[in-house]
């Protein structure tokens, strides 16, 4: 009896163990399944949470004006001035010393560069010389009248519609004489091109006139002391049409310029070595004179008084 009683408490202490045992296990796998669960959960999460902070970067880049974060430990990105998105564009700005004040003189503009035409500075020209009776020295030039008549027609295609008048040039001979004359007259076709057409005198210094043509090299100069420089008004001049030429000049004159309310404007020149201003604009102000080195000379005032060689203090540096 006593034996019956020991064995069926055994089996009931066995059966208590089998299912303390079975009930750990299942807690156990129940646990695992769990965890197992909630860390994939929480992964795909986090990879979405970066992509998704990765598009709103990207988002921000293309964004116009839109500021990127600064990377962690480097300084922050400057601030934008809030003028510079909403300014209006404007010319470049010249620095403030660049700037004339109000009371300041305004600076010169800058002398073209030197503009020589067909006769160039230190070139040396190959033709012949023929002889001209030059009267009392006036010619196409329109100089007028002169004592000294030690001058030259130029040829045509150096003459480059008035472009030579006044011009000194040295001429040599083949046999070694050599004589300054100025350009005051233009030879017509057929002289050819490097042709000078001497007054009778000029000629006389380097042969006898009977010759009547010889081979000849000339090059241009710039004469030590040709007196000061005059303007002159064609007849007929006046505010609503003039012409103005250029006397006395030491170095050929590459242009002619007046000043108009407007600023410097340039005038044509005439084959009769005059300025022309046909609607009037400039005349009677401020005349600008350059040569064929680039210097520029400025007479203030010059008033329309046709016909009158108006002396001014001025003259080109030789050269």
Request: positive net charge; contains cysteine.
């Amino acid at each position: 009896m006593h034996t019956a009683r020991q064995a069926a408490r055994q089996r009931r202490q066995r059966q208590r163990r089998i299912w303390a045992t079975a009930v750990t296990v299942t807690a156990v796998a129940g646990l695992v399944c769990l965890v197992t669960t909630l860390l994939p959960t929480h992964g795909t999460r986090a990879a979405a949470g970066r992509a998704a902070g990765a598009g709103t970067e990207a988002a921000a880049a293309t964004r116009p004006g839109a500021t990127l974060p600064a990377p962690t430990g480097s300084a922050p990105p400057a601030t934008p001035s809030p003028t510079a998105a909403t300014a209006t564009p404007t010319a470049p700005a010249t620095s403030a010393a660049a700037q004339p004040s109000a009371s300041a003189t305004p600076q010169a503009a800058p002398p073209p560069a030197p503009s020589a035409g067909r006769i160039k500075p230190g070139a040396t020209y190959q033709g012949v010389a023929t002889a001209y009776a030059a009267g009392d020295g006036n010619g196409a030039c329109l100089f007028g009248p002169t004592d000294d008549v030690m001058t030259a027609a130029m040829n045509t295609t150096d003459y480059e519609t008035s472009r030579a008048c006044g011009a000194y040039v040295r001429v040599h001979a083949a046999s070694g004489a050599s004589i300054t004359v100025r350009i005051t007259n233009e030879c017509p076709l057929p002289c050819a091109p490097g042709q000078l057409d001497l007054s009778q005198q000029a000629f006389a210094k380097l042969a006898e006139l009977k010759v009547g043509r010889i081979p000849i090299t000339w090059t241009l100069l710039s004469p030590a002391d040709p007196g000061t420089i005059a303007l002159r008004y064609k007849t007929g001049s006046s505010v609503y049409w003039c012409a103005l030429q250029v006397l006395h000049h030491r170095n050929p004159v590459a242009r002619l310029e007046v000043r108009t309310a407007a600023g410097w404007r340039r005038l044509p020149r005439t084959g009769y070595n005059h300025f022309l201003s046909a609607d009037g604009g400039g005349c009677g102000g401020a005349v600008r004179i350059t040569d064929i080195y680039g210097e520029q000379l400025t007479v203030e005032g010059a008033a329309i008084l046709p016909d009158v060689a108006q002396p001014t203090r001025l003259q080109f540096a030789p050269h």
